[in-house]
């Protein structure tokens, strides 16, 4: 008996270890800092060798002012994915900022890599997900303080409920958790138009106006 179950750790412990996540493998070495020159793997980016690691690379203050206005949304977007900040490379977390002008929108997006934590600073924000299964809709209304979390690769949606700015930080379980907003691929896309209108049911002449706000071709 004492046999077949060492024999049986021993086909079983290489499959175990190959099933561990990235973010595991990299913990046994303390870190792994991205070597984003050499390119993303299904593993996770390269190391960057240990010997030119310094402190700024455990370091970022990309979240510490508004990002980049993502139009027609009305929405600043600022992220600590790994692509933008290389120490989070292997540790299964990253992070964003959202600040929402006025009537902002974050539509409705998906992460297919990871779920999201979202916590809210400042503003009131009306915040739901779908699920899959059923297509139930989940939506709460959040305040200065309050978390509420999306779990990953389901349709979810954010938007400003006051007159004022409202701030939002998000993090998520993955250092790269990807982002597909469903406007974009639906319309900022080559695909012509009159199939997307099949695939869509919606009119062909509304989906030719919005591949031209979104800025799409076909």
Do not use: W
Not at 87 to 112: M, T
């Amino acid at each position: 008996m004492a046999k077949a179950v060492l024999l049986l750790l021993v086909l079983v412990a290489p499959l175990m270890i190959s099933l561990l996540p990235f973010s595991s493998l990299a913990l046994n070495q303390d870190f792994c800092i991205a070597d984003l020159a050499r390119g993303d793997t299904p593993a996770g980016y390269p190391c960057k060798p240990q010997t030119g690691v310094t402190a700024d690379d455990f370091y970022y203050r990309g979240l510490n002012t508004t990002g980049p206005t993502i139009n027609p949304f009305n929405i600043g977007l600022s992220s600590a994915f790994v692509t933008r900040f290389p120490g989070v490379n292997g540790l299964g977390i990253s992070a964003a900022r959202v600040d929402f002008a006025p009537g902002g929108v974050v539509p409705l997006h998906s992460h297919p890599g990871g779920t999201e934590l979202l916590f809210v600073i400042e503003g009131a924000i009306s915040a739901g997900f779908i699920s899959s299964l059923t297509n139930q809709v989940y939506v709460k209304t959040l305040y200065k303080g309050d978390l509420m979390v999306f779990p990953q690769g389901l349709l979810h949606f954010q938007y400003n409920l006051g007159n004022d700015t409202a701030v939002a930080l998000s993090s998520y379980s993955s250092a790269n958790p990807g982002l597909m907003i469903l406007d974009f691929a639906l319309f900022a896309n080559n695909l012509p138009s009159d199939i997307v209108s099949k695939v869509t049911v919606l009119d062909e002449l509304e989906v030719r106006k919005l591949k031209a706000l979104f800025g799409g071709s076909g």
